[in-house]
């Protein structure tokens, strides 16, 4: 099958159906009519010796339906041209007339078996290329896999260094390195159930909110304040992810989240920026009805996550953030480049 395959052409203008195919099938008949004329002298008594390639061919390049016409013609043909008397249809043996209905019997069955053999050619290159895809997407899969191994192995080295340097027990250690693992846990969740591989920020969000049970409800502690669909770069998802983390666990334990007459209220929206043409996110996090703690007082908290919105999301990302802590409770802002892609019904979870 691999051999035929190699020989097979598929030329759109004479596929099954067509004029083209009726015209081919036509043009096959003419050609071995003139050919078996040409050989008249020399040949004598097989008058389809010709026709039955021409059948053949028909039906392999143009379907059963183009070779029922192309075995037709060539029937006619040859009792016009070639069987005595000559151009006339009027046959005068009964042996001629059983030749003919013998051809046209062995040209049909011919017909579907070259039918049958297009089909199974054709079938055999679309799954060969069905196959191929797929191959090259495993590839790619598997190679954005590695990728994205290598950057989980770093950012989850670099979490656990960071955590032990701020973490003042083993006990602290283990649960707050336990609660940021878990946070990268449902990030990569996130980017393998995502279509196309793109997570959006609503879905980011949310996802954090549903962790930490915080529930969003009208008059609630909770305002959310965006659009949905804004999809994120993938790679900027883990550490997004983090910052959100970072800041809630500060809210739940100290501030919006925490104290009674807290409010906490997240604004996105996404702008294209004039200088570049390119779409950002923009994420306003701001806390109110919060009792901050004395200028003097110690500051609440390890700091890490200020330190991952401050320094490693603009260095990573170049994003542009604020973090101020205001007489009512933090308020935040983290800006940064989001995804062009648009989503398709034919995206690959592993895009990237």
Known sequence: MRKLAQFYIDIPALRPGT???YAFASLCAGAATALRIAMDPYVVGVQFITAYPAVTISSLTSGFRAGVFCTVLSAAAVSFFIIEPRLSFYIDHPGEVLAILLFVLVSLLNAALATGMRFAVERYREQSVA?????DRLVSVVAELQHRTRNLISVVGTMAKG???TSKTFDDFSAIFQDRLEVLGRAQGLLFRAQ????TFDELINTELAARSVRVEKH???????PKGIL???RTVQSLAMALHELMTNALKYGALKQPNGHLTVRWRQEILAESGKPWLHLDWKESGVEMPPLAAKPQGSGQGRELIERVLPYQFDARTTFAME???VHCTISLPTSEHKVTDTDHPMAA
């Not at 196959?131 to 191959?135: A, D, G, N, P, T």
């Not at 609630?220 to 965006?226: C, E, F, I, M, R």
């Open 327 to 329: 007489a009512d409770g």
């Open 19 to 21: 004029v083209g195919a």
């Open 163 to 165: 955590t032990l340097r």
């Open 232 to 234: 994120l770069r993938s």
């Open 220 to 226: 609630g502690p909770v305002t959310l304040d965006g």
């Open 131 to 135: 196959l191929r895809e797929s191959q």
């Open 196 to 199: 196309g591989g793109r997570v």
